[in-house]
């Protein structure tokens, strides 16, 4: 978990770093770039599509770091990390509130081997799952006051929001290992005790960037809730907790369509020197 923590602040660093980089002109030229859409060009309504490429991660009763204990966020592995791929498009109502509909794919896997507990490495529980994810979710962005028109006249400025929402998920638990008990083997012989399609509440937090006048550069953090305990197929007498999946997330994004044609305000009529 610390070493996933470390990631990810090196790689908000790195966005950070790439979408001032983007954003800067050469000195002394002039840049033909668009005004930033937070700044003043696009404060208005528009439609933004894009792509996402990631890692995901699961939280679920295999590789606890303790015998009879379920998993705790502590035993997240980084050896876990699986690839996350997914497609959105994003309606911006204002500077304030979108909504935001995704579509995409993802890996997550477990093992026992990678608990410190010798009991639970020799229980020798593994899994994958491949999880295919629909989901929309509404998206809170934090508010800038403008004092000065012109101070916000700048290409690198930069989105916080949160966002929530609901998604619905296909998958299908592949489980590798011995027959523990006779209570395992109950489960891996059932044929209806879980359902493949299951419910989720996305949750989260993200940044983004305008690198240039229509393209979009960010990140977010996406914790799924959800509602069963079977994400590896596996579960035990003492499991008191469902299981979780989560991703990161580098998102990459495009202007569509924007609604804010005012007079005076000509995509032409805006450059500015640095």
Do not use: C
Not at 23 to 29: D, I, L, V
Not at 188 to 197: F, K, P, R, T, V
Not at 243 to 264: E, K, L, V
Request: a positive charge.
């Amino acid at each position: 978990m610390k070493k996933l923590i470390i990631a990810s602040a090196i790689l908000l660093s790195g966005l950070w770093i790439a979408g001032d980089l983007f954003a800067q002109a050469p000195m002394g030229r002039k840049s033909n770039m668009k005004l930033n859409y937070r700044g003043y060009m696009l404060q208005n309504h528009r439609w933004e599509g894009g792509f996402s490429l990631g890692v995901a991660n699961s939280m679920t009763d295999v590789a606890s770091s303790q015998a009879q204990t379920q998993a705790a966020m502590t035993d997240v592995y980084s050896r876990g990390l699986s690839p996350a791929l997914s497609l959105y498009t994003r309606y911006r109502f204002n500077d304030i509130f979108a909504i935001r509909a995704n579509g995409g794919a993802m890996m997550i896997r477990g093992n026992d081997r990678w608990s410190s507990d010798l009991d639970v490495v020799n229980r020798g529980r593994s899994f994958t799952n491949t999880i295919f994810e629909v989901s929309a979710v509404g998206e809170l962005y934090m508010p800038r006051k403008k004092k000065n028109i012109k101070s916000e006249m700048s290409l690198n400025k930069m989105d916080l929001y949160l966002f929530g929402g609901i998604s619905t998920f296909y998958h299908s638990p592949e489980i590798k290992g011995a027959v523990i008990d006779e209570y395992d083997r109950s489960i891996l012989e059932a044929d209806n005790i879980y359902s493949n399609l299951q419910v989720a509440l996305p949750l989260g937090a993200g940044i983004q960037w305008l690198i240039s006048n229509r393209w979009i550069l960010g990140m977010d953090f996406n914790f799924r809730y959800t509602f069963f305990d079977y994400l590896d197929g596996f579960r035990r007498p003492y499991s008191t907790r469902n299981d979780f999946f989560f991703t990161s997330n580098i998102h990459f994004g495009f202007i569509i369509d924007s609604q804010s044609h005012r007079p005076g305000n000509s995509p032409a009529s805006h450059v500015f020197t640095r």
